[in-house]
């Protein structure tokens, strides 16, 4: 049994952890943005497949059984890559996502399409910015609008430019503690939080920061994602899975 996790996720790693050593042979796909990432037990791959045929050729070739997608739920490309692939290949498909964030009493939210729509929105916000949705796409803040704010970015690695004129970049990894996330509004008084809906434990303490200090937080909504793939919430739902996938590969193959 071959499982292929396609990861870049806190819950892709925790899966790779769960599987490995239990039997099925365990490989993790990482696109390879970051400069340093924490690899997963098991082995792993880096880089892409080269489209939705280079990942049905790279399932063939290396005899998969299984796929899981447990990409981050902004990663559309590769979700519905791996979607057509599957189909492709006769591979089954599971998809690992972590539930969005629901909004709470207190919170202040407002919810937009897009990066492009966060920074239309934000001049009425405020004029300090705490930035969180990661280092691509800043292009969006750059423009003649957003220029007279300024810009907090939390992001792993440095970004590059087109990014905003006026910035401080923190480059910093979750998870992160609320106590430092209140710490970080305060001492940047920030007027106003954006983030993706990314879900997950690791980066909500910011929001509670933010309902805290009734600061309003624009929240960019989810892109489309393939719906015909069955979909759990987390890790140990996806190990069920496998086992269950495994006996029935096992009786397969007598
Ligand atoms: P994306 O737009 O969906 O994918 C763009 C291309 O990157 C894909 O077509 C594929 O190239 C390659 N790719 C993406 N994930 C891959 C993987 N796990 N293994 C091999 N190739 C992969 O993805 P993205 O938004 O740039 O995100 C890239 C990776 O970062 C994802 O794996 C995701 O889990 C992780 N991540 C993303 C975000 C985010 O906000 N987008 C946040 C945290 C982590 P080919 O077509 O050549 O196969």
């Known amino acids: 049994m071959h499982v292929l996790i396609l990861g870049g996720t806190t819950e892709a790693r925790r899966l790779a952890e769960l599987l490995v050593g239990t039997g099925p042979r365990v490989t993790s796909s990482l696109a390879g943005r970051v400069a340093a990432p924490r690899m997963p037990p098991g082995e792993v791959r880096v880089g892409g497949f080269g489209g939705a045929e280079g990942l049905a050729a790279w399932l063939a070739a290396h005899h998969v059984d299984a796929l899981i997608d447990a990409t981050h739920p902004f990663a559309g490309t590769i979700s519905f890559n791996a979607a057509r692939a599957a189909a492709t290949a006769h591979v089954p498909l599971l998809a690992l996502r972590r539930p969005g964030w629901v909004a709470g009493d207190g919170d202040d939210w407002h919810p937009v399409g897009s990066l492009e729509e966060a920074a239309r929105v ?56 609320l ?44 892109p489309a994602l393939p719906e015909a793939v069955p979909e759990v919430a987390t890790p140990g739902e996806a190990v069920a899975w496998v086992r269950l996938l495994s006996g029935q590969v096992r009786a397969r193959r007598g």
């Open 122 to 177: 934000l001049p009425a916000l405020g004029e300090r910015v705490f930035l969180t949705t990661g280092r691509m796409g800043l292009a969006a803040f750059a423009g003649p609008g957003p220029d007279a704010l300024w810009f907090l970015v939390r992001s792993v690695d440095a970004p590059e430019p087109p990014f905003p004129a006026r910035m401080e970049v923190l480059l910093d990894r979750g998870p992160f503690t």
């Open 179 to 222: 106590d430092g996330e209140r710490e970080l509004l305060r001492t940047h008084r920030i007027d106003v939080l954006v983030t993706k809906d990314s879900g997950g434990a690791a980066t909500a303490p910011k929001l509670v920061a933010a309902r805290e200090a009734g600061t309003p937080v624009v929240v960019v909504r989810r």
